[in-house]
């Protein structure tokens, strides 16, 4: 599988060594030793996937995801040195889609790109168009808008994740269950993920996102939405 | 039994104001009893003296009629009379006569000394006697004046002393008390404080500006201990952080460099190949022993942030059971069969999955160290308290068990310290190589609100149960839209 692969590392050898393994796993590989540096190359020609390291001098990791952010929705996985802070949670709510934890296997690098690229494709099975609330999800054409027309702007793997609930109106999937369709884990996933982008998709379609009435959560069990 | 301070000064307070009261009390009974004792004493001597004038006029004129004489001079005055003439005894009345006089008394006067004396009769009455000889008549003369009235005022007096000495005392307690608690209450701030820093609220201080004046050395001294606390400790995070970062990097390059080599292994010749599989292997035995000694450091700091997420509980161990296997360093078995208890089927937990993966490949791992490998892993419910409705307190019970010979009970607790070889010593340490297996198996059992612990199994060997408690079970679908509640538990709400 092919992909165009922008990678944001500080430390020049890992970056060497990230650009080796990716390489030889078939991407097109470019690399940026700094948050502004990553920024003007992804400006400069169109990126599959983005890897960004949290740690960086000058502008870090996390503002560097807002500023991508802002600009595309271009799924992003951040390196962290630790999975128990709060900084994967602050990652993910900065934008990014997944992460991995240093030091990664190459090969697990390489399987969380496959699906982060598998996800940026048209899915096999969609479901049909469902309206709720003032929201119409449109599957087969990657849109969500409002009923005015007006277009909501979600990231890939929100829409995904907005896909998956949609598929079964009013049937609770769980975290595991959502994991695996959306990003590709197995069992041990990490359920903040699902967490995050169930928040963030939250204050794109919730009127309140503090008193959601469409995406609910059943505690202990996982995600249903409701139309 | 120690006193506590405050009992002390309570206590001090209290026999203080005992002690004065008693004082006071006592000096101000006894002196008011002496002047209204010597004030009738006189009184009776005055009235007795001129009594017995007028007997001797009444005798000098050769009156007889004793009882007309005694009568008359008893008339008004509450007091009796008896007379003695011509070594005969006269009484005023019928209750008076000469054995109403004391004896010792009777005799001095009857001897030729006037006498006084304050007694007691045998009925418990108070009196005082007065005895005047009348030599011209040859007769003596007494006169008994009751004392009952000053009996009752100093009863009266005793006893309101008495009841002013009880609130005295009591009052004293109280202020004792209300002093201790005054004087301790700075103490009692510093306890908390002490409390909340121990918790990891590091940036706890006392008010200098409130402190008493006498107290701002303590506060003063307090708050520069824990400035210097929260320092060192800061200092050690950072080195903590700093060095995971710099162990981090080059693990991550070489990982991903030994990775290239992996996909293209097949065009190595023989040789490369085995040494690319030493490598690789102990590059993953490296990794774990780095991240295994990170995370008891970060344990130790406290900074450990935990994810708990509710899921089945029978699920995560198959789950954790089968994928743990491939984790393992020693891969030379299948997956021990998992037995669930039908009881627990649908019992959920709150775990970090990852984490519970890892504790049983440690208790796997250890069983193929140590004990000849895994027999058998349950899952089962544990003891049920009874008391409580629903799924209150209690918990599940995961039980590992060896085939070894079992751990000696002097050594159970000591299995879970951090590099305890124990009695095999000699032989290699647990999976990881740093004799930290065990202990991160506690560690982590901790974290997350459950525990572990040693004992022996049926068939002799060791049998590791890890309790975890129990959340809720599957047969329920509740909507329940407090919807970051897993989240916000766990702190990760960012």
Not at chain 1, 71 to 98: K, Q
Not at chain 2, 97 to 115: D, M, W
Not at chain 2, 347 to 369: S, Y
Not at chain 2, 450 to 469: C, N, Y
């Amino acid at each position: 599988m092919s992909g165009r692969i922008l990678v944001v590392e500080d430390d020049e050898r890992i970056r060497s060594s990230m650009r080796l393994a990716l390489e030889g796993e078939g991407y097109e590989v470019r690399d940026a030793a700094s948050g502004e540096e990553g920024l003007d190359l992804f400006a400069e020609a169109p990126t599959d996937v983005a890897l960004i390291d949290l740690m960086l001098p000058g502008m870090d990791g996390f503002e560097c995801c807002r500023a991508l952010r802002r600009s595309s929705a271009v799924p992003i996985i951040i390196v962290t040195a630790r999975s128990d802070t709060h900084d994967v949670v602050a990652g993910l709510e900065a934008g990014a889609d997944d992460y991995v934890t240093k030091p990664f296997v190459a090969k697990e690098l390489a399987a969380r790109i496959r699906a982060l690229l598998r996800r940026a494709r048209p899915a096999e099975e969609e479901p049909g168009a469902l309206t709720f609330g003032d929201l119409q999800l449109l599957p087969e054409q990657g849109v969500l808008r409002r009923l005015n027309g007006e277009e909501v702007h979600c990231t890939r793997t929100e829409f995904r994740l907005l896909c998956e609930l949609a598929a079964s109106p009013n049937k609770v999937l769980s975290r595991e269950q959502l994991l695996d369709r959306v990003w590709g884990y197995d069992y041990f996933g990490d359920g903040r993920l699902v967490d995050v982008h169930i928040r963030r998709l939250r204050t794109k379609v919730e009127a309140d996102p503090a008193v959601p009435q469409h995406i609910l959560t059943v505690r202990g069990m996982g995600y249903k939405l409701v139309p | 039994m120690k006193l506590g301070i405050g009992a002390r000064i309570t206590a001090v307070f209290g026999l203080g104001a005992l002690v004065l009261s008693v004082l006071l009390g006592g000096i101000a009974y006894f002196t008011v009893r002496h002047f209204l004792l010597a004030g009738r004493e006189s009184a009776a001597q005055t009235q007795a003296f001129s009594n017995a004038s007028l007997v001797r006029t009444s005798l000098e004129g050769g009156d007889t009629n004793y009882l007309g004489l005694l009568g008359q001079i008893d008339a008004g005055t509450g007091a009796h009379s008896v007379l003695y003439h011509r070594s005969k005894a006269y009484g005023s009345s019928l209750s008076v006569n000469a054995s109403s006089i004391p004896p010792q008394l009777r005799k001095e006067v009857l001897g030729g000394t006037p006498a006084t004396q304050t007694y007691r009769t045998a009925a418990g009455t108070a009196e005082i006697a007065v005895g005047l000889p009348v030599p011209a008549v040859h007769a003596a003369y007494f006169e008994v004046f009751d004392l009952s009235d000053l009996d009752h005022t100093m009863n009266v007096l005793g006893l309101t002393l008495f009841v002013a000495g009880a609130v005295t005392t009591l009052l004293g307690v109280a202020l004792g008390r209300f002093a201790s608690r005054r004087l301790l209450r700075p103490l009692s701030d510093v306890t908390s404080a002490a409390g909340a820093i121990a918790g990891g609220e590091l940036d706890t201080r006392l008010d200098i500006e409130a402190a008493d004046p006498d107290l701002v050395g303590l506060t003063a001294s307090f708050n520069a201990m824990v400035d210097q606390l929260q320092v060192r400790i800061e200092r050690e995070a950072r080195f903590n952080s700093d060095v995971s970062h710099e162990l981090r990097s080059p693990l991550t390059t070489l990982s991903a460099a030994v990775g290239v080599l992996e996909t293209d292994r097949d065009r190595l010749p023989a040789r490369s190949q085995r040494a690319l599989q030493l490598l690789s292997d102990d590059l993953r035995r490296f990794q774990r022993m780095v991240s295994d000694l990170l995370e008891m450091s970060r344990a130790d700091a406290g900074s450990v942030d935990v994810f708990l997420e509710e899921v089945n509980v029978s699920e995560l161990v198959q789950r954790s059971v089968e994928t743990g296997i491939g984790h393992m360093d020693s891969r030379q078995h299948a997956a021990p069969d998992v037995v669930v208890d039908p009881e627990v089927e649908q019992w959920r937990v709150g775990v970090d999955k990852r984490r519970f993966e890892r504790v049983l490949v440690n208790l796997m791992e250890n069983a193929d160290h140590y004990g000849g490998g895994v027999t058998t892993i349950a899952v089962g419910p544990g003891p049920d308290p009874g008391a409580a409705s629903g799924f209150a307190g209690r918990l599940v019970e995961v039980t590992v068990d060896d085939a070894g010979p079992g751990i000696d009970p002097a050594e159970r607790t000591k299995v879970f310290e951090r590099f305890y070889r124990g009695s095999a010593s000699g032989r290699r340490g647990t999976g990881t190589g740093t004799g930290l297996g065990l202990a991160l198996v506690a560690e982590h059992m901790h974290v997350m609100h459950g525990d572990v612990r040693v004992e022996s199994s049926p068939d002799g060997g060791a049998r590791f149960v890890l309790s975890l408690p129990v959340l809720s079970n599957d047969d329920k679908d509740g909507v329940d839209d407090t919807s970051e509640q897993l989240v916000a538990e766990t702190g990760v709400d960012a």
